[in-house]
């Protein structure tokens, strides 16, 4: 997984399994997590987001776990295809300082091969 | 609805030169934001402008001046390149800067300086 400052690590999976990315944030006051998928030549997309308030949010095929206890965050991707292929990057936020900073993690490149 | 647009979308300077990266969003937000992506590190804001007739510094300011020219566009100039700047820059825009105002990020310039 990855961690907010780190080097890029990868995930390569099976086409149908489950896919888990992990990101380790540094900032314990952050209160707002998101998901970002970047694939090759394009610019970030947001997947998902999740309050401090909470410990699990679903989307579609796409769950994020947040266990502040030890600040790690995590996406699950359900039977993952081909189009999931891009790099995962996780970002924070603390509404209590400048609420425009956004802190992104330097990402992880997940390879589904079919 | 375009979204977040970025021209141009590749770029080589050579060493003095100077350029202008052009952003546009069409999605009514006040907050806007300049990037630059580097391998193997994430996103690191540059400059943000948090509503229209506003700027400020971000994380990595040094060598950049930007343009908040209305509420749709926001330029990012680069004065006197320098190789350090080659870089992949994306632009984004949200509703405000709160915690939960997604950012939404254009397609990328691909700058190379010589």
């Known amino acids: 997984g990855e961690s907010v400052g780190l080097h890029l690590p990868t995930l390569s999976v099976q086409e149908g399994d489950n896919s888990i990315i992990n990101c380790a944030y540094s900032?314990?006051?952050?209160?707002?997590f998101i998901w970002y998928k970047q694939e090759s030549g394009k610019g970030p997309q947001f997947i998902i987001d999740?309050?401090?308030?909470?410990d699990k949010r679903q989307g579609q095929r796409v769950t994020v776990l947040l266990n502040k206890t030890v600040k790690h965050l995590s996406l699950q991707i359900a039977a993952t295809q081909p189009g999931d292929s891009a790099v995962y990057f996780c970002?924070?936020?603390?509404?209590?300082?400048?609420?425009?900073?956004?802190?992104f993690g330097k990402g992880t490149l997940l390879t589904v091969n079919p | 609805n375009a979204g977040v647009t970025q021209t141009p979308k590749f770029q080589v300077l050579k060493t003095g030169q100077s350029m202008t990266l052009q952003c546009a969003q069409d999605?009514?937000?006040?907050?806007m934001y300049w990037y630059r992506q580097d391998p193997g590190m994430g996103l690191r804001l540059i400059y943000y402008s948090a509503s229209e007739g506003t700027t400020d510094k971000g994380e990595v300011p040094n060598g950049y001046n930007v343009s908040r020219l209305n509420k749709r566009e926001f330029s990012l100039r680069l004065e006197s390149a320098a190789p350090s700047q080659t870089s992949v820059y994306f632009c984004a825009s949200s509703v405000w800067g709160r915690a939960a105002d997604t950012q939404y990020f254009g397609p990328g310039t691909r700058l190379t300086v010589l």
């Open positions: 999605m009514n937000h006040n907050s």
């Open positions: 900032n314990s006051a952050s209160d707002y």
């Open positions: 970002a924070e936020k603390w509404s209590g300082g400048s609420n425009y900073k956004l802190t």
């Open positions: 999740i309050r401090s308030n909470m």
